[in-house]
């Protein structure tokens, strides 16, 4: 059982390396910006620490924490910005990742005080939904659970005025896919607005794509299993 929880956190630590050097390559995380974590178990969660770039981080530096925020083991130290991590993790036992990161288009939404809930493209309404915008709250404090609170139950991904982003998901490559489709609906809304003739889908429309949804997760559940 002990080789089997070896082999798991293992893999949960390439995985992290893995996908910081992703976002790292995409310019989510400049300078030492930016953190992610997985659930370990119904106790422990695996953590990037503070004050590393993402594009040179190794499994070593990886730090385990309780739902606390307290460190178990690991020589770093965890992220300042643990607290949201460990806010969607108590409210969402569904949740298997956090990715937090600073996506240029979407986080100047975020400077602009703009949420993304304006449907202009199919994949936002297939994928993300709705991105409200959290209340500014100062980085490293207990503002910032509290504004994410009232998101967390209905939404996969937030934007953090003046801050960012946050997305999670049952596992780090759909949370990573969740933040990688922000940026790309931000664009959208971007480029949408330089032409100046948005038009943004209809109801009709939303309710159409959000039963094709519907009929995708369930197959691709059945595939699953």
Not at 49 to 54: L, Q, V
Not at 142 to 147: F, G, I, K, R
Request: charged share 20%; net charge negative.
């Amino acid at each position: 059982m002990n080789s089997e929880l070896d082999s798991l956190e293992r893999d949960l630590r390439q995985e992290l390396v893995l996908f910081c050097g992703w976002l790292s390559r995409l310019g989510f995380t400049p300078g030492t910006s930016g953190n992610l974590s997985v659930r370990l178990d119904p106790e422990r969660i695996l953590v990037t620490p503070t004050g590393m770039s993402k594009g040179l981080i190794q499994e070593s530096d990886m730090v385990i924490v309780d739902l606390h925020g307290n460190r178990i083991s690991g020589t770093r130290r965890v992220t300042s910005e643990i607290g949201m991590h460990l806010a969607v993790y108590r409210q969402r036992q569904d949740v298997g990742s956090v990715v937090h990161s600073h996506p240029p288009i979407a986080t100047a939404f975020a400077c602009a005080g703009r949420s993304l809930d304006q449907m202009l493209c199919q994949e936002a309404v297939m994928t993300i939904g709705a991105v409200p915008l959290a209340e500014y709250a100062t980085t490293g404090t207990d503002q910032v659970p509290a504004s994410l609170s009232p998101f967390l139950a209905n939404h996969d991904v937030i934007l953090l005025a003046n801050h960012g982003a946050i997305s999670y998901g049952g596992n780090i490559a759909e949370a990573f896919m969740k933040m990688e489709t922000l940026e790309h609906v931000a664009h959208v809304a971007l480029v949408a607005q330089q032409l100046g003739s948005q038009r943004p889908l209809s109801s009709e429309q939303i309710q159409d794509l959000s039963k094709a949804k519907d009929k995708y997760l369930h197959n691709s559940w059945q595939d699953r299993t």
